[in-house]
């Protein structure tokens, strides 16, 4: 049945359909739920990795580890970003939602799928890591566990897909789509060539765990998992900007530069960005080297292109919106009188920035062939994916929620004060995590090794003092972040099951300005933008070259 009954929101004028609020709760509420438990067995890992702590034995390690993965890096992630299509979709465009019970048929599906998983880790057959290589084996109900969890969230991407057809069929907006709601179909759109690459490998792998297939061929293997497994960190991507916007416009009243240029920066995502899984292959000798040159060179340029574009005109619209307000003095002015104390700014610029610097920057190095040599299978590769999932990703949905709890769930946050510093805590445990693993990682410590100390091992290897510096490091800054992350699960759970209820009285405080106008794209000037891309270009060419230095002292010439 059509849901026609709504509410009309007091802070932005939008219609809030009942299905699409109810849906939007259950899978922000699930994915919050899931990021605990990841979180969770995130410090575990990284007490364990501390030399000094080593928490956890190798087998508790392992399993740990799986958990983790699958947690944050899909289900958590996933969840939320169903929640956002929703958002996109059914609420910025006025729209009631497109088949309601297939939608919480896919919730239920996804949902029954993480349990079913999260069981098989615990149960303790299938410690396989986030991966899963071949010819590694993982309990039969681990793959169908993820097979279902897989299809609930392809179901929900062809819900989105079917109320952007009712909108456009009942006219509930105007012109083209929202740019929000772009980039949520940019994230859909790679979603649904994510989760068919994830069937075309999982299904036959599920079939093998139960004994009908003798044998998987593990380059194939890997070949086609990580068309699934990077390209759902695309996903993120796609989402986490998309959430820029939405902050940078809700909180500050900011329009994009260049609606034009936006948008061709997300279809090259749609393009483009799935070659980045070629990365994760340099290493393969099986993958010829044409198929490895072209995909991290010109196909990835294209790619890296939509992110820096991104990273020019989220900060430069928010510098045309502080001007507008009277914030034109001096370069930075309109950045140091941002509402820093609202946490959904504060983790969307912190997110914004982490992303760029540590994020793209350690990509672009990584998906250079000749350097990816040095630094494959080392920490370096969890610690540039830690800031760009969680730094990127997970610091923007976090920032996000912050304005979800009102809109949404229309409660007052609870323990304000603590909830503008949690962005803060939360960022630089993070940033920690990031930066201390790919120092790790660059003086060759390999990620997925229970103990670098190499205690009984027949063979040992001694690193430097700098590197077991680095590991104690990386676990302090795993307790800030997992401090930071409880704090936010607290806030959050808390305003939602304890704050006090906003009715339909306008928003104050944390989560709304009133919009600002500012004159056409021509006159407007960003020169404190220009140079902030000055110095991350800069810092980019740098330790670009920093790294061809280490792999030249790799074979030094005699």
């Known amino acids: 049945m059509p849901d026609f009954n709504h509410r009309v929101c007091p802070a932005t004028g939008l219609r809030i359909h009942t299905s699409a609020e109810n849906l939007i709760k259950a899978n922000a509420v699930t994915a919050i739920v899931f990021l605990a438990i990841g ?61 309601p019970r297939w939608a919480w048929t896919g919730f239920a599906l996804m949902l029954i799928g993480a349990l079913i998983v999260n069981v098989a880790v615990l149960q303790g057959n299938s410690s396989v890591m986030f991966t899963s290589y071949v010819p590694m084996q993982a309990a039969p109900h681990f793959y169908l566990g993820l097979i279902l969890f897989a299809v609930g969230a392809l179901i929900g991407c062809f819900v989105f897909f079917g ?121 393969e000798p099986g993958i ?3 198929w490895k040159v072209f995909n991290t060179s010109y196909a990835l340029y294209l790619a890296v292109l939509g992110s820096m574009l991104h990273g020019m005109t989220v900060p430069g619209s928010i510098e045309a919106a502080q001007r507008a307000r009277g914030y034109t003095n001096g370069l930075f002015e309109w950045l140091t009188k941002a509402p820093w104390g609202n946490p959904a700014f504060s983790g969307m610029f912190m997110s914004l920035v982490m992303f760029g610097f540590l994020g793209g920057i350690s990509g672009v190095v990584l998906g250079t062939e000749q350097i990816n040599i040095i630094m494959h299978n080392t920490l370096y590769v969890p610690g540039h994916f830690h800031a760009t999932v969680v730094a990127g990703t997970t610091l923007a949905f976090m920032a996000g929620t912050y304005l979800l709890v009102p809109l949404i769930f229309r409660r007052e946050l609870i323990m304000k004060g603590l909830a503008r510093w949690q962005p803060y805590l939360f960022g630089l445990g993070v940033m920690g995590i ?39 490091l990386n676990g302090i800054s795993g307790v800030l972040a997992a401090l930071g992350g409880l704090a936010f699960i607290v806030i959050i759970v808390g305003s939602v099951l304890f704050g006090k209820r906003t009715g339909d009285k306008p928003l104050e405080g944390l989560t709304m300005t009133t919009a600002t106008k500012y004159g056409s794209a021509e006159h407007i000037k960003i020169p404190g933008t220009v140079m902030l891309v000055g110095v991350f270009f800069t810092a980019f060419v740098l330790y670009y070259f920093v790294n061809w230095k280490y792999l030249a002292e790799v074979w030094p010439l005699r």
Not at 436 to 459: K, S
């Open 434 to 472: 990031s930066v201390f693993m790919m120092g790790a990682g660059t003086l060759g410590v390999p990620r997925r090794v229970w103990d670098i100390t190499g205690a009984g091992a027949a063979i040992k290897y001694d690193y430097s003092g700098a590197a077991y510096l680095m590991m104690g």
């Open 288 to 290: 010829s080297s044409e």
């Open 163 to 283: 109320t952007l057809v009712i909108a456009k069929e009942e006219k509930t907006y105007e012109g083209s789509v929202p740019l929000v709601t772009f980039g949520a179909i940019t994230a859909a759109i790679i979603a649904v060539f994510t989760i068919a690459s994830g069937a075309i490998i999982l299904v036959p792998t599920f079939l093998w765990s139960l004994g009908y297939i003798g044998n998987i061929d593990t380059l194939m293997y890997k070949t086609v998992w990580w068309a699934m497994g990077h390209s759902s960190q695309q996903i993120n991507v796609s989402a986490h900007v998309a959430i820029w916007y939405l902050i940078a416009a809700v909180v500050l009243g900011a329009k994009p530069l260049s609606e034009k240029v936006s948008r061709m920066a997300f279809l090259m995502y749609i393009l483009f960005l799935q070659l980045a899984s070629a990365h994760h292959l340099l290493v």
């Open 39 to 99: 979180g969770f067995f995130g410090l575990m890992v990284a007490l364990t990795r501390w030399p000094g702590v080593h928490l956890l034995p190798a087998d508790w390690f392992y399993l740990v580890l799986t958990g983790h993965g699958l947690d944050v890096l899909l289900v958590w992630i996933i969840f939320f970003e169903i929640a956002v299509l929703y958002f996109a979709s059914a609420i910025l465009l006025n729209s009631r939602l497109a088949a």
